[in-house]
DNA sequence: CCTGTACATGTCATCGTCTACATGTCCGCG
DNA sequence: CGCGGACATGTAGACGATGACATGTACAGG
């Protein structure tokens, strides 16, 4: 559960509403936490249940200001220090390459040159924003100095799929004409071939 | 829903059942994708439902092959050629280092040290696996060829992390004494106070 | 022949997430 | 003074994902 964490995080910089959160939330962490508001706000009903957060002030339009309590605080950083990092990922880019040989090769070349423009630019927007925060354009708080190490993965990890598209693109491993073209294979000699049962199949049940 | 085209996706190599599609999708895709088998059979009936697959044999214990079919094979092409890639994605790993300011600076360098040593260890067992696709012990099929681009974005992301951790280690932004100390902000200075409007926004890092 | 193990498929309850809808407030502008 | 737009918070329903439970089959080894 990130966003339970995620939100308890935000909230210890300082006060701040179910709006400001959903904000800084997409802003921040959209890239690599999508979260709309309305799963924000439940989930800050919950923490204020659980006693992890608190009602710190009202505002001019019914605004609610949250405030992270001692224990919300102490949740936060148990998890970052107990928790075993959940190392699965969900990327779709990444999901769809291993599909890549039912693609017709002229419309991989375009996909995959949109990717690594995609990827470059990506890069080099997060790389600027790195740039003024290393001339402390924001300051050098902690909260500062974390998200620019953030910000650096973000900037390799974009770099490395550009790196990786133009490399694809570069590659003759796709370019015979066995791609995009593919049948699937029938009957028995398919994905379990070899496994022990797999030959037994058709109408084995028929004795 | 990625789930119910990465299925079509394997099916479009050949027939397979429920057990062995749920076994491939984690050993294949689960770094990407992750998905449970309740769910994949599950998927697997609205499939059918849908006439994008059909049962090809029943087996030993209850088995059932399932084939895809032309409108299926359609469906899975149609997504890889004309809907567009979602960018967004999952990553816990980075999604921790927006908070790594929470962290005790002892703690931070034991968990930047431990998943430095786990993405190196991962780059390096797929760099392995690799060489032997490029060494040809799996054939030349247009789905190795496919499978060996996209275990290589596989290789590069987990590059690009290893290296990102090991300059996270290093870097001196996170040695200062404020690390894992600070105190949310309290009342009037932070995102937003009760005052109407008070809202000119004092937000330190956005943009 | 019995028994453990891997094969194989499913249900169920729960929770997380998303889209769409609903409501009301404050402020600036004409 | 009326109105549009940004602010601000929610509800409802559907769907996706997870973990626990349930069931039954084939086969290998003792």
Redesign the interface.
């Known amino acids: 559960m990130?966003l339970r964490?995620?939100l308890l995080?935000l909230?210890?910089?300082?006060?701040?509403?179910g709006y400001?959160l959903a904000r800084?939330f997409s802003?921040?962490?959209?890239?690599?936490?999508?979260a709309q508001h309305p799963q924000i706000y439940s989930e800050l009903a919950r923490l204020e249940t659980a006693g992890l957060i608190e009602v710190?002030?009202?505002?001019?339009r019914r605004?609610k200001?949250y405030?992270?309590t001692d224990e919300g605080?102490a949740e936060?950083?148990r998890w970052?220090?107990e928790v075993e990092?959940?190392?699965?990922?969900?990327?779709?880019?990444?999901?769809?390459?291993?599909?890549?040989?039912?693609?017709?090769p002229e419309?991989l070349k375009t996909h995959l040159a949109s990717?690594q423009a995609?990827f470059a630019e990506?890069a080099a927007a997060l790389r600027g924003y790195a740039e003024t925060k290393d001339r402390g354009d924001?300051?050098t708080?902690?909260?500062?100095?974390?998200?620019?190490?953030?910000l650096?993965?973000?900037i390799?990890?974009n770099?490395?799929?550009a790196?990786?598209a133009q490399?694809?693109h570069e590659?003759d491993?796709?370019t015979?004409e066995?791609?995009g073209t593919?049948k699937?294979?029938?009957?028995a000699?398919?994905?379990?071939a070899g496994s022990p049962?797999a030959n037994?199949?058709?109408?084995?049940?028929e004795r």
């Open positions: 990130s964490h995620g995080g909230l210890a910089e300082g006060p701040a509403s400001d800084r802003e921040a962490l959209g890239s690599v936490w999508p710190e002030s009202t505002g001019p605004r200001a405030r992270i605080l936060v950083r970052l220090a990092v959940d190392h699965t990922f969900r990327m779709e880019t990444l999901f769809r390459a291993y599909f890549f040989w039912l693609m017709d419309d990717e995609f990506t924001w300051g708080s902690a909260q500062t100095r974390a998200m620019r190490i953030a650096e993965a973000g390799r990890i770099e490395a799929l790196g990786w490399w694809a590659t491993l796709m015979a066995d791609f593919a699937p294979k029938e009957g000699d398919s994905l379990d049962d037994a199949n058709a109408d084995a049940d």
